[in-house]
């Protein structure tokens, strides 16, 4: 659990370096705001990039994720197979 806590941790200021905004890794000590992206390429939050390309990017993932996960691949190849048999 440890583990995944960081790895979410991680992911979230990695993202929030994506953003114009930055992540001021050092605050309080500094205020720099660090980020992963040339200025030109930083993404806009609240803007219709993060509202539906992005959003519905995680979504796919999301469900690819679930059905893979749930054993639903391996029931498609099963009666995939089934019927490769029968005809």
Do not use: N, Q, Y
């Not at 050092?26 to 992963?36: D, I, N, R, Y």
């Not at 803007?47 to 054993?71: C, M, N, P, S, Y």
């Amino acid at each position: 659990m440890p583990v995944c806590v960081a790895l979410g941790a991680a992911s979230h200021i990695a993202g929030d370096e994506l953003t114009h905004d930055g992540c001021p890794l050092a605050w309080p000590v500094s205020g720099h705001e660090f980020h992963l992206l040339p200025r030109r390429l930083r993404i806009t939050t609240g803007k219709f990039a993060e509202h539906w390309i992005i959003f519905t990017r995680l979504l796919a993932a999301l469900g690819w994720l679930l059905w893979r996960d749930t054993g639903m691949g391996g029931i498609v190849h099963h009666l995939d197979s089934v019927a490769r048999a029968g005809a």
